[in-house]
């Protein structure tokens, strides 16, 4: 089973609310990550947890914020968005990160949640 | 840095055509190299890999050899269904580091 999970699906929430994302995966991986992709482009980094611990923050605003409580979830808090920061935003996962992960280590992505900022 | 450059799309093609969608890449050292298929509404899906030189990933009926001396990894098909109507996204993931590096991504269009 290679499944990643993200709640909700869709989100439309107006630029003074607070909103979370969540993604679950139960394969045992040990690195997750969130993107943002926007319309007709390729996903873009934004952040990478490394056992639970955050490794990578590719200079994403602080009105993104991240959470790993634990090895199989995933949050990402949502504050004081902008407009702009609509999109769909991915979660995926692997086993390993890094120098620890070997050949092929393979990112396994969720479906997303389509995130629209009025 | 590195990076990857696809072929722009849209490609569109009849069903039961042969498909073809280059992807390069350039990267230092031995990159593993990936197909994600993305369909329309939902999130990546890992179509195929390759971790070496001269590796062949195949799923699906979907082919890509990984060509060090042309630094290619196309993608091939040869018979399309119109539910392989997708973008694709040709990826590169540097030996040591798990961030990937993507192409701009190639939209597929099979029409009946």
């Known amino acids: 089973d290679t499944e990643v999970t993200q709640t909700p699906k869709h989100l439309v929430m107006g630029m003074t609310n607070k909103k979370s994302l969540k993604c679950e995966q139960h394969?045992?991986?040990?690195?997750m990550y969130w993107y943002k992709q926007k319309a007709k482009k390729p996903p873009e980094l934004m952040f990478v947890y490394s056992y639970e611990k955050l490794s990578i923050n590719e200079s994403v605003p602080s009105r993104f914020s991240p959470e790993c409580p634990n090895s199989s979830l995933l949050n990402l808090h949502l504050h004081a968005l902008q407009p702009e920061d609509s999109a769909l935003y991915l979660c995926?996962?692997?086993?390993?990160?890094?120098?620890?992960?070997?050949?092929?280590?393979?990112?396994?992505f969720g479906p997303g949640t389509r995130l629209l900022v009025l | 840095g590195d990076s990857v450059t696809q072929m722009e799309g849209p490609v569109t093609l009849s069903e039961e055509a042969f498909l073809t969608i280059n992807c390069t890449y350039t990267?230092?050292?031995?990159?593993?190299l990936f197909w994600y298929v993305q369909y329309p509404g939902e999130g990546l899906q890992l179509l195929l890999k390759a971790t070496k030189a001269d590796d062949k990933g195949s799923n699906k009926g979907f082919e890509a050899t990984y060509r060090k001396e042309t630094t290619s990894f196309h993608l091939e098909k040869g018979s399309v269904q119109v539910s392989d109507s997708a973008v694709y996204f040709c990826?590169?993931?540097?030996?040591?580091?798990?961030?990937?590096?993507f192409g701009k991504g190639t939209m597929l269009l099979v029409s009946p």
């Open positions: 990267a230092t050292g031995y990159p593993s």
């Open positions: 990826a590169l993931r540097p030996s040591g580091y798990s961030t990937l590096t």
């Open positions: 995926a996962s692997s086993l390993l990160e890094g120098l620890a992960g070997g050949p092929g280590e393979t990112q396994y």
């Open positions: 394969m045992g991986h040990r690195a």
